[in-house]
Protein backbone atom coordinates (compact mmCIF):
# COMPACT_ATOMS: atom_id res chain seq x y z
CA UNK A 1 0.00 0.00 0.00
CA UNK A 2 1.21 3.23 -0.81
CA UNK A 3 1.87 5.61 2.48
CA UNK A 4 3.38 8.49 3.48
CA UNK A 5 4.21 8.78 7.43
CA UNK A 6 5.64 11.31 8.88
CA UNK A 7 7.28 12.08 12.88
CA UNK A 8 7.53 13.19 14.90
CA UNK A 9 3.43 14.59 14.57
CA UNK A 10 4.58 17.81 16.48
CA UNK A 11 7.48 19.25 17.82
CA UNK A 12 8.03 21.92 20.61
CA UNK A 13 11.79 23.72 20.41
CA UNK A 14 13.41 26.99 21.50
CA UNK A 15 14.44 29.82 19.20
CA UNK A 16 17.93 29.12 17.75
CA UNK A 17 18.01 25.29 17.90
CA UNK A 18 18.40 23.17 15.35
CA UNK A 19 15.79 20.54 14.55
CA UNK A 20 14.76 17.58 11.96
CA UNK A 21 11.70 16.08 10.74
CA UNK A 22 11.19 12.79 9.06
CA UNK A 23 9.36 11.29 6.46
CA UNK A 24 9.49 7.80 5.72
CA UNK A 25 7.32 6.61 2.16
CA UNK A 26 6.01 3.53 0.22
CA UNK A 27 5.46 4.34 -3.04
CA UNK A 28 6.36 2.57 -6.24
CA UNK A 29 7.79 3.82 -8.59
CA UNK A 30 8.48 7.01 -6.95
CA UNK A 31 8.56 10.02 -8.85
CA UNK A 32 9.80 13.03 -6.69
CA UNK A 33 9.22 14.13 -3.10
CA UNK A 34 8.24 17.71 -1.94
CA UNK A 35 8.10 19.32 1.88
CA UNK A 36 6.34 22.10 2.08
CA UNK A 37 5.69 24.59 4.99
CA UNK A 38 2.31 25.74 5.76
CA UNK A 39 1.32 28.30 8.35
CA UNK A 40 -1.66 28.38 9.98
CA UNK A 41 -4.74 29.77 7.45
CA UNK A 42 -2.42 29.65 4.72
CA UNK A 43 -2.06 27.24 1.79
CA UNK A 44 1.43 25.30 1.70
CA UNK A 45 4.70 26.85 0.41
CA UNK A 46 7.13 24.52 -1.63
CA UNK A 47 10.61 24.49 0.05
CA UNK A 48 11.88 21.83 -1.92
CA UNK A 49 11.58 19.30 -4.13
CA UNK A 50 13.60 16.03 -4.82
CA UNK A 51 13.73 13.49 -7.56
CA UNK A 52 15.44 10.12 -7.53
CA UNK A 53 18.80 11.19 -8.29
CA UNK A 54 19.17 14.06 -5.54
CA UNK A 55 20.34 13.59 -2.46
CA UNK A 56 20.74 16.52 -0.66
CA UNK A 57 18.74 20.02 -1.61
CA UNK A 58 19.01 23.66 0.51
CA UNK A 59 16.64 26.16 0.47
CA UNK A 60 17.90 28.72 2.78
CA UNK A 61 18.49 27.53 6.74
CA UNK A 62 16.32 24.08 5.42
CA UNK A 63 18.00 21.23 4.22
CA UNK A 64 16.35 18.17 2.74
CA UNK A 65 17.91 14.77 2.38
CA UNK A 66 16.96 11.68 0.57
CA UNK A 67 17.41 8.55 0.43
CA UNK A 68 15.88 6.78 -2.47
CA UNK A 69 17.34 3.29 -0.88
CA UNK A 70 15.58 3.19 2.35
CA UNK A 71 12.93 5.28 1.07
CA UNK A 72 13.30 8.28 3.87
CA UNK A 73 13.58 11.96 3.82
CA UNK A 74 14.32 14.09 6.32
CA UNK A 75 13.71 18.37 6.71
CA UNK A 76 16.55 19.93 8.82
CA UNK A 77 15.97 23.48 10.09
CA UNK A 78 19.05 25.16 10.79
CA UNK A 79 19.01 28.16 13.73
CA UNK A 80 15.41 28.00 14.40
CA UNK A 81 13.18 31.07 14.21
CA UNK A 82 10.10 32.28 15.41
CA UNK A 83 8.53 32.41 11.77
CA UNK A 84 9.20 28.96 11.30
CA UNK A 85 6.61 27.63 13.66
CA UNK A 86 4.23 25.95 11.08
CA UNK A 87 3.14 22.75 9.98
CA UNK A 88 5.98 20.84 7.32
CA UNK A 89 4.43 18.68 5.08
CA UNK A 90 6.15 15.70 2.89
CA UNK A 91 4.19 15.12 -0.22
CA UNK A 92 5.34 12.08 -2.72
CA UNK A 93 4.66 11.84 -5.97
CA UNK A 94 4.69 8.27 -7.60
CA UNK A 95 3.75 7.04 -10.99
CA UNK A 96 5.71 9.24 -13.78
CA UNK A 97 3.89 12.34 -15.33
CA UNK A 98 0.78 11.51 -14.74
CA UNK A 99 0.81 9.77 -11.57
CA UNK A 100 -0.31 10.29 -8.13
CA UNK A 101 0.34 12.47 -4.90
CA UNK A 102 0.48 11.22 -1.84
CA UNK A 103 0.62 13.53 1.45
CA UNK A 104 2.03 12.93 4.89
CA UNK A 105 -0.30 14.43 7.81
CA UNK A 106 2.43 16.49 8.28
CA UNK A 107 4.53 17.99 11.23
CA UNK A 108 3.34 20.40 13.56
CA UNK A 109 6.62 22.77 14.70
CA UNK A 110 6.02 25.53 17.31
CA UNK A 111 9.41 27.49 17.75
CA UNK A 112 9.13 29.01 21.34
CA UNK A 113 11.21 32.29 22.26
CA UNK B 1 3.40 38.58 -10.79
CA UNK B 2 0.01 37.68 -9.65
CA UNK B 3 0.08 34.50 -7.49
CA UNK B 4 -2.97 31.58 -7.39
CA UNK B 5 -6.14 32.97 -6.96
CA UNK B 6 -9.41 31.37 -5.73
CA UNK B 7 -12.41 32.97 -4.83
CA UNK B 8 -14.43 33.20 -2.61
CA UNK B 9 -12.24 32.92 -0.02
CA UNK B 10 -15.07 31.75 2.36
CA UNK B 11 -18.58 30.10 1.75
CA UNK B 12 -21.30 28.67 3.87
CA UNK B 13 -23.67 26.40 2.61
CA UNK B 14 -26.14 23.86 3.45
CA UNK B 15 -26.75 20.20 3.23
CA UNK B 16 -27.79 18.62 -0.39
CA UNK B 17 -26.66 22.31 -2.08
CA UNK B 18 -24.32 22.22 -4.73
CA UNK B 19 -21.16 24.67 -4.63
CA UNK B 20 -18.47 25.76 -7.43
CA UNK B 21 -15.06 27.18 -6.30
CA UNK B 22 -13.36 28.85 -9.05
CA UNK B 23 -9.46 28.95 -9.44
CA UNK B 24 -7.17 31.28 -11.67
CA UNK B 25 -3.59 29.62 -12.00
CA UNK B 26 -0.08 32.02 -12.20
CA UNK B 27 -0.16 33.14 -15.75
CA UNK B 28 1.78 31.01 -17.96
CA UNK B 29 1.03 27.67 -15.59
CA UNK B 30 -1.48 24.59 -17.10
CA UNK B 31 -1.38 22.69 -14.58
CA UNK B 32 -4.06 23.33 -12.04
CA UNK B 33 -4.54 20.67 -9.11
CA UNK B 34 -7.17 20.90 -6.46
CA UNK B 35 -6.86 19.43 -2.47
CA UNK B 36 -8.94 19.07 0.10
CA UNK B 37 -7.65 19.57 3.75
CA UNK B 38 -9.45 18.68 6.73
CA UNK B 39 -7.67 18.21 10.38
CA UNK B 40 -8.81 14.87 11.12
CA UNK B 41 -7.27 13.80 7.31
CA UNK B 42 -4.91 16.48 6.27
CA UNK B 43 -4.52 17.07 2.99
CA UNK B 44 -5.84 14.81 0.12
CA UNK B 45 -5.26 14.87 -3.27
CA UNK B 46 -8.93 16.08 -5.60
CA UNK B 47 -7.94 16.26 -8.75
CA UNK B 48 -5.25 17.35 -11.44
CA UNK B 49 -5.81 19.07 -14.68
CA UNK B 50 -3.18 19.76 -17.43
CA UNK B 51 -4.46 21.75 -21.02
CA UNK B 52 -8.16 21.33 -20.22
CA UNK B 53 -7.71 17.60 -19.42
CA UNK B 54 -7.94 16.02 -16.51
CA UNK B 55 -4.29 13.92 -15.92
CA UNK B 56 -5.08 12.24 -12.76
CA UNK B 57 -7.97 11.63 -9.66
CA UNK B 58 -7.91 11.04 -6.07
CA UNK B 59 -10.10 8.79 -4.60
CA UNK B 60 -13.38 10.87 -4.06
CA UNK B 61 -16.55 10.02 -4.81
CA UNK B 62 -18.30 11.54 -8.33
CA UNK B 63 -19.84 14.21 -6.56
CA UNK B 64 -16.86 15.93 -6.77
CA UNK B 65 -16.04 17.07 -10.37
CA UNK B 66 -13.80 19.77 -12.14
CA UNK B 67 -12.71 21.24 -15.23
CA UNK B 68 -9.87 23.44 -16.84
CA UNK B 69 -10.49 26.09 -19.26
CA UNK B 70 -8.59 27.24 -22.26
CA UNK B 71 -7.59 30.30 -20.40
CA UNK B 72 -6.25 27.41 -17.64
CA UNK B 73 -8.78 28.54 -15.16
CA UNK B 74 -10.21 25.81 -13.30
CA UNK B 75 -13.38 25.45 -11.43
CA UNK B 76 -14.06 22.95 -8.92
CA UNK B 77 -18.02 21.58 -8.28
CA UNK B 78 -19.36 19.64 -5.54
CA UNK B 79 -22.68 18.55 -5.31
CA UNK B 80 -25.20 17.69 -2.91
CA UNK B 81 -22.71 18.65 0.01
CA UNK B 82 -22.71 16.78 3.43
CA UNK B 83 -21.27 18.06 6.50
CA UNK B 84 -18.45 15.78 6.06
CA UNK B 85 -17.75 18.23 2.84
CA UNK B 86 -16.58 20.72 4.99
CA UNK B 87 -13.07 21.58 4.82
CA UNK B 88 -10.70 24.06 3.18
CA UNK B 89 -10.31 23.77 -0.49
CA UNK B 90 -6.94 24.15 -1.83
CA UNK B 91 -5.70 25.05 -5.38
CA UNK B 92 -1.93 24.80 -6.88
CA UNK B 93 -0.67 25.46 -10.13
CA UNK B 94 2.73 24.93 -11.91
CA UNK B 95 4.14 25.24 -15.14
CA UNK B 96 4.05 21.43 -15.92
CA UNK B 97 3.08 19.07 -13.52
CA UNK B 98 5.90 16.16 -12.40
CA UNK B 99 9.07 17.95 -10.99
CA UNK B 100 8.19 21.77 -11.05
CA UNK B 101 7.24 23.11 -8.32
CA UNK B 102 3.48 24.19 -7.23
CA UNK B 103 1.93 27.35 -5.86
CA UNK B 104 -0.73 27.15 -3.83
CA UNK B 105 -3.73 29.49 -3.42
CA UNK B 106 -4.86 30.61 -0.14
CA UNK B 107 -7.68 28.42 -0.04
CA UNK B 108 -11.58 28.43 -0.27
CA UNK B 109 -13.27 27.61 3.79
CA UNK B 110 -16.04 25.71 3.02
CA UNK B 111 -18.49 25.26 5.56
CA UNK B 112 -21.83 23.03 4.92
CA UNK B 113 -24.51 23.40 7.45
Known amino acids: KNQVEQSPQSLIILEGKNCTLQCNYTVSPFSNLRWYKQDTGRGPVSLTIMTFSENTKSNGRYTATLDADTKQSSLHITASQLSDSASYIC????????????FGKGTKLSVKP | KAGVTQTPRYLIKTRGQQVTLSCSPISGHRSVSWYQQTPGQGLQFLFE???????NKGNFPGRFSGRQFSNSRSEMNVSTLELGDSALYLC????????????FGQGTRLTVV
Open chain 2, 92 to 103: ASSFSAEHTEAF
Open chain 2, 49 to 55: YFSETQR
Open chain 1, 91 to 102: VVRYGGSQGNLI
